[in-house]
């Protein structure tokens, strides 16, 4: 079925690459996450994760987990607790000429997934930070399984990855937070009082029986979900901006934009998303007999949601679709990102995180604006002086098929850390 052998032969695979196609398919009740039936003991390392549940229990679930996504914590994560993380970290990441934009993007992105996860971790400690991030890439290889090359290798590395992530920072977190909601519970303390994160949100409803939290381990696993969904995919997304933006003949004149112009930025990023999405391909299960745009779905085929090149369709979004064009004018109605944070009920929780509010077509925007924790990155970077790095070429990921994952991508730096930014 699937490619990773772990549930049923698909009846048929049907393949979807018109914008609009997908966008019906993505909202179709009658299509799931759901491939590996099986449970976690039997080796399902996805069991009972947002991502693969459907239905009412997937309702339930994001209901409760939105509420962390709210405007005003965004705003406070990205103005108040972001810049000067970030500012920080860089002038200790760039620690020579040459370094690995990669691991710069994933150890800036890890401190505040960590925080909206609901962990602690200490900023200040590089080691604690690559330890997470070590964490994130086993938890990365798993959300791709269906990618992935050796999906029996993946499923040992995720389990060990989460037995460690149990043992040294859920069960600490849990620990703390659990003592502050049952201070709530007393009267003794205000919700709004507790973390803003998405363990303590789960611990606050563990006794509803909607959300189907089941055991310890399935809370472990969601919190995992959310930890690495805000790192990889905006750690890859920085750098495939900065791959597109070096292969172009005017890269100097749009590292110096990128610099000085925030919402420039953003747009490049949300440009850099539609035409490199970090999943290039979304998969869906038929429940049950469906109809997509005319195309007769039988139960248990496989629909393929070609996203990558329904970002390229002209009827979304014009003539020139193929190429890159941070300042194009699109409908309103049309994401600048495409289809690359899916829709319907799955659409990506943590989209506004990763790359802001929609931008107006007016391009211009109020006080109000989220600009995405991607695009200060990339202005970061762009500000001390990024380079590719003469002698050492980008390396793609080899264990995934998804062309927009990379490795390793090696940069210079012209300007010191003091240089500003
Ligand atoms: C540039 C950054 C990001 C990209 C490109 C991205 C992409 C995506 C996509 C394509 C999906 C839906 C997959 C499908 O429907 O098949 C998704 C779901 C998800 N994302 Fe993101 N994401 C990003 C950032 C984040 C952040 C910052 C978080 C958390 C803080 C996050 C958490 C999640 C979660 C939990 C889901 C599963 C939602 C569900 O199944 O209901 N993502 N993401």
Redesign the pocket.
């Known amino acids: 079925m699937s490619g990773d052998g772990a549930g049923a032969r698909p009846t048929a695979t049907i393949t979807f690459e018109r914008y609009e196609d997908i966008r019906e398919a993505?909202f179709d009740p009658n299509l799931s996450?759901s491939f590996d039936r099986r449970s976690y003991d039997e080796g399902n390392i996805r069991e009972g994760?947002?991502?693969?549940?459907h239905g009412a229990a997937?309702r339930a679930?994001?209901r409760v987990?939105n509420t962390?996504?709210r405007a005003e914590v965004l705003r406070l994560y990205e103005r108040d607790l972001f810049p000067a993380v970030m500012a920080d970290l860089l002038d200790r990441l760039i620690d020579g000429d040459r370094v690995d934009l990669f691991a710069i993007g994933e150890t800036l992105?890890v401190v505040?997934?960590a925080r909206?996860?609901g962990i602690e971790c200490d900023p200040s400690s590089l080691d604690e930070l690559r330890r997470l991030v070590r964490l994130v890439d086993a938890f990365s290889q798993g959300a791709a399984i269906l990618d992935a090359r050796d999906p029996d290798a993946v499923r040992g590395l995720v389990r060990a990855a989460y037995a460690e992530f149990e043992r040294e920072f859920v069960r600490p977190a849990r620990e703390r937070r659990a003592a502050l909601v049952d201070a709530v519970r007393r009267g003794d303390a205000r919700e709004d009082e507790l973390p803003q994160d998405?363990l303590t949100v789960l611990l606050l409803h563990r006794d509803d029986p909607s959300l189907v939290l089941g055991d310890g381990g399935r809370l472990v696993r969601e919190v995992a979900?959310?930890?690495?969904?805000?790192?990889h995919?905006?750690a890859?997304?920085l750098v495939n901006a900065l791959d597109i933006v070096f292969a172009r003949p005017d890269a100097g004149r749009l590292l110096e934009r990128i610099a000085s112009d925030t919402l420039f930025a953003q747009r490049v990023?949300q440009e850099t998303?539609r035409l490199r999405?970090?999943?290039p391909k979304?998969?869906?299960r038929a429940e049950s007999d469906t109809t997509v745009a005319g195309v007769r779905i039988p139960k248990d085929a496989l629909v393929v949601?070609d996203?990558e090149t329904g970002n390229r369709d002209a009827r979304a979004f014009g003539p020139t679709a193929d190429a890159f064009d941070p300042d194009r004018i699109l409908d309103a109605s049309v994401p600048r990102?495409g289809?690359?944070?899916?829709?319907?009920?799955?659409?990506?929780?943590?989209?506004a995180?990763?790359?802001g509010f929609p931008v107006p077509p007016t391009f211009s925007v109020d006080d109000d604006h989220v600009y995405?924790?991607?695009a200060l990155e990339l202005q970061a970077v762009a500000r001390r002086g990024v380079r590719p790095d003469p002698e050492r070429a980008p390396e793609r990921d080899p264990r995934t098929a998804r062309f927009t994952r990379w490795l390793r991508y090696p940069v210079a730096f012209e300007r010191r850390p003091d240089a500003g930014g």
Request: glycine share 14%; charged share 15%.
């Open positions: 993505l996450r994760i947002v991502s693969v549940q997937h679930r994001r987990e962390r996504f992105s505040l997934a909206r996860a998405i979900t959310y930890l690495q969904g805000g790192t995919t905006s890859q997304t990023v998303l999405p970090t999943t979304a998969k869906r949601l996203l990102w289809l690359s944070f899916g829709g319907g009920p799955h659409q990506c929780p943590g989209r995180v990763g790359a995405g924790l991607v």
